[in-house]
């Protein structure tokens, strides 16, 4: 199948399970996991360990190569705004004309009407 992938895992391979066993009797190995799909690491690694590996083995140089965090990423008033679920919309008689969503402002904790679903 073509759009098979294989686990980006730096130690897949390792792992002993049936899956990964390939070959037969003087042909025998194992081998990184492929598939259509992933659940770790963006579609990427087949296991959480894998994430891990990978990590363990690239993470230092992947941060160096797209830049090191050197100083605080500074969360503002003017960019703290969050979509978060209308809760007085389901506590409380009479809350049709209410949004199912509102947007709630992470550093001073206030609540405004989510432009986009106003109308909706
Ligand atoms: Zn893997």
């Not at 081998?31 to 993470?59: A, I, M, P, V």
């Not at 969503?101 to 206030?110: A, K, L, Q």
């Amino acid at each position: 199948m073509s759009n098979m992938k294989y686990c980006q895992g730096t130690r897949c391979h390792t792992y002993d399970t049936k899956d990964r066993k390939k070959g037969s009797k003087d042909n025998k190995r194992n081998e990184t996991r492929k598939r259509s799909s992933f659940y770790y690491g963006n579609g990427n690694f087949c296991s959480l360990n894998c994430q891990t590996d990978w990590f363990n083995t690239h993470g230092d140089n992947a941060i160096n190569h797209f830049g090191r965090v050197e100083q605080p990423i500074i969360l503002t008033e003017e960019n703290a705004w969050n979509r978060r679920y209308n809760y007085h919309k389901w506590h409380g008689d009479n809350t049709d004309h209410l949004s199912d969503y509102i947007e709630v402002n992470t550093i001073t904790r206030e609540e405004r009407d989510c432009e986009w679903t106003k109308n909706n």
